[in-house]
């Protein structure tokens, strides 16, 4: 059967990509971010899992308005990055799984979400930066990809108690999933920052930390937040931040921190990272 | 037609993209999509009012778009991860464009980042 071996949060900022791609690595305003980083990778490296699902927001690349998926899971047997529009370098195509995107969906059905299927989906910075800080060397990609988006474009957004629950469908999904793999669910995004308006900049560092105090163990006092909880206290764009409640579901109710790291500001966001291994 | 308040009305300096804004930024938000594709990026560039036409945009929208007026942009409904977009065909990014909402030099903004990232908590 597979196994879910562990969880990670990460910020999805394209100033990451590029610092990455620069390899600021040792820059003093990136060094503080990047430090945090290294237990990641090393635990990747130690663990070497087969099959990353993440769940991040598409930010304009495959989705428009003219039709906005609440929950997607992409079906395919690799996914596409490409221009978004900014100068971000378009990074290799990412390797699917798609027999296991359809044990995912069928098992999701079961649980009463219905998520869009996509047999072609294009993957952007939401998902590709996280894969990109935490493998800067590879030139393919070392696992598999599930992408699952989660609209955070268009109001009303699901909630935070909404995705938690997808999330939890997701991790049973997984464990019973009839195929030996070691698979690791991202939850990517956030955390406090808002782009738009005369509030444009606003980062509330202690919403921040005290989320991702929270996560570990209490996490029902941040799925009772509301989404106006989460623009008012986190920016109009720290709503990103249901992605990790929607991979803290998907660990089940106990979990062991094994690395945190918080750095702000990057860019105009907060960013925070953590390895989060389930407890049985 | 009408539209309900909502709680989140009275968060300040914030524009969340919800349907009624959805609605009137529709011609504005179609065309910054287009944006992805460099070739249309380019003819945005070389003529703003025409390209603008093709999305059927109020002259109101166009105008914002010519002058790069985020604010205006969305206060017409614009979002911001489209618009981003458009700000990317000009060699800006979202630190000049926040300081530009914000009234403030892109140093000043860099600036407010980095004190509240020094916030003690």
Known sequence: ?280 | MSWSKKDYDDIPGTYVFDGRRAVMGWPLNKMCMTLNDEDNREALRQDVEGYCKKFDMSDEQTKAVKDLDALAMLRLGGNIYYMAKLIGAYNLNMQDIGAQMRGITVEEFKDMLLRQGQEVV
Request: aromatic share 10%; glycine share 8%; with cysteine.
């Open chain 1, 1 to 280: 059967m597979a196994t879910l071996v562990g969880g990670i949060t990460s910020s999805h900022i394209p100033a990451v990509g590029i610092a990455t791609t620069k390899r600021l690595f040792d820059d003093p305003y990136w060094k503080p971010f990047f430090d945090g980083y290294v237990p990641v990778r090393e635990w990747m490296e130690k663990v070497k899992p087969d099959v990353v699902i993440s769940i991040y927001n598409d930010h304009g690349l495959n989705f428009f308005l003219d039709q906005v998926s609440t929950f997607a899971i992409g079906a395919a047997h690799h996914y596409d990055n490409a221009d978004e529009g900014w100068g971000l370098k378009t990074m290799p195509p990412v390797p699917g799984d798609p027999e296991l995107s359809w044990h995912i969906i069928e098992a999701l059905n079961k649980d009463e979400f219905d998520l869009t299927m996509c047999q072609e989906m294009k993957v952007d910075h939401g998902l590709v930066v996280p894969l990109q800080v935490i493998w800067p060397d590879a030139e393919e990609w070392p696992v598999k990809v599930v992408p699952v988006a989660i609209n955070t474009v268009q109001h009303p957004v699901p909630s935070a108690k909404r995705c938690y629950d997808l999330g939890v469908s997701i991790g049973n999904a997984i464990r019973s999933y009839d195929e030996d793999l070691k698979v690791v669910v991202f939850g990517t995004g956030g955390m406090s920052h808002q782009l738009q308006g005369e509030r444009a900049g606003f980062i509330n560092k202690r919403f921040d930390l005290d989320f991702m105090d929270k996560i570990i163990d209490r996490q029902q006092e941040l799925t009772a937040l509301t989404t106006t909880d989460f623009i008012r206290e986190a920016g109009s764009e720290g709503v990103e931040l249901i992605m990790w409640l929607t991979m803290r579901g998907a660990l089940g109710d106990k979990v062991k921190l094994l690395h945190s790291n918080y750095h702000a500001p990057i860019s105009n966001t907060g960013a925070g990272v953590m390895l989060l291994e389930p407890v049985e």
